[in-house]
């Protein structure tokens, strides 16, 4: 068990070694292997550091596990933040966001001359938001995001259903059975 990256981070590795085990995702790294410790689980194992396993007793049965050996994972201050303020300062809705480290890619280094060489690390972003591509407001949005991305691609747009909330489908209006007729304050003429 570990958070979902870090299985994602691990998979190749865990089928090399012939390990038919369930994955089960879990918060955060650290967290796993103290539900690990707390709960005695003997045959259950955690991925995470070996700090946590110092921290919380438990043996390091594998290092280096990792799929790609210069893998590192960090979340970079402000990222997040910057990708949801370009959509909110454009009242903008996200109906999604995902980001992930860049896989390939995780770390560029940045020259900077008031502070020198620093490290920046890249993420891919999964977002769905309520704006038309051909809305100006989502094509600044993405044009600010792309400012501190090195990759932006946008994977389709597809229309949203405007039907009110509770208000009967066009395929319910459409069925075999015509409506009732409204109410009427009179009786029909007799024949």
Request: negative net charge.
């Amino acid at each position: 068990m570990s958070h979902p990256q870090a299985l994602a981070q691990c998979e190749l590795t865990l089928t090399r070694l012939g390990l038919n085990v369930t994955r089960e995702a879990f918060d955060d790294t650290a967290g796993a292997a103290e539900h690990v410790a707390n709960n005695g689980l003997r045959d259950t194992a955690a991925i995470a550091s070996a700090r946590a396993a110092e921290l919380y007793g438990l043996q390091v049965l594998a290092d280096g596990i990792q799929d790609d050996s210069s893998n590192v994972t960090r979340f970079g201050t402000s990222v997040l933040f910057k990708v949801l303020s370009a959509f909110a300062f454009r009242d903008i809705s996200l109906t999604k966001i995902e980001s992930r480290p860049h896989r390939h890619r995780p770390i560029r280094l940045v020259d900077d001359a008031n502070v020198g060489t620093a490290k920046h690390f890249e993420y891919m972003f999964y977002v769905d938001f309520e704006a038309s591509m051909a809305d100006t407001r989502a094509q600044n949005a993405l044009a600010e995001i792309q400012e501190f991305t090195s990759f932006l691609r946008v994977l389709g747009s597809y229309p949203m259903d405007m039907t009110p909330w509770g208000a009967p489908s066009s395929s319910a209006s459409s069925s075999t059975n015509p409506p009732p007729p409204p109410p009427s304050s009179s009786a029909p003429p007799s024949s």
